[in-house]
C-alpha cells in the first residue's frame, strides 16, 4: 500500500500562485508515477499533470501548460504542483494520485489515492 497526503491548498486571488505537496509513503518502491488531478463542483475529475517517478518526464493538460510545474523530490518522497498564474476556473478540489504502471492522463489507471485539498482562486 501506498498512502498519499496533500498539502498547500488555500484561497488566492486571481493571478497569485500556490505550490501544492504531495507526500508518499509505504511502498514507495512500487510507484512508477504520480499525478494531479482537480475536481470543481459539479464536474467530472479532470487530469491535470503527471510525472513519472525515476526519469521525471511530465504531462500536462493543456489548460495549464505554461501556468503549471510538477515536480519531484525523490530522497523526500514527494511531489509538487507549482501553480502560477491562477484563474478562478482552477477552483477546485486537487488530488495527488500514485500510478504503479504508466502514469496516464486517465484517473482509472492510478492505484492509490490522497484525501484531496481545496483550491479557490478568486476573481
Known amino acids: 500500500q501506498v498512502q498519499l497526503v496533500e498539502s498547500g491548498g488555500g484561497l488566492v486571488q486571481a493571478g497569485g500562485s500556490l505550490r501544492l505537496s504531495c507526500a508518499a509513503s509505504?511502498?514507495?518502491?512500487?510507484?512508477?508515477?504520480m499525478g494531479w488531478f482537480r475536481q470543481a463542483p459539479g464536474k467530472e475529475l479532470e487530469f491535470v499533470s503527471a510525472?513519472?517517478?525515476?526519469?521525471?518526464?511530465?504531462l500536462y493538460a493543456d489548460s495549464v501548460k505554461g501556468r503549471f510545474t510538477i515536480s519531484r523530490d525523490n530522497a523526500k518522497n514527494t511531489m509538487y504542483l507549482q501553480m502560477n498564474s491562477l484563474k478562478p476556473e482552477d477552483t477546485g478540489v486537487y488530488y495527488c494520485?500514485?500510478?504503479?504502471?504508466?502514469?496516464?492522463?486517465?484517473?482509472?489507471?492510478?492505484?492509490?489515492w490522497g484525501q484531496g485539498t481545496q483550491v479557490t482562486v478568486s476573481s
Open positions: 494520485a500514485a500510478d504503479r504502471n504508466s502514469g496516464s492522463r486517465s484517473y482509472k489507471e492510478y492505484d492509490y
Open positions: 510525472i513519472t517517478w525515476s526519469a521525471g518526464n511530465t
Open positions: 509505504g511502498r514507495t518502491f512500487s510507484i512508477y508515477a
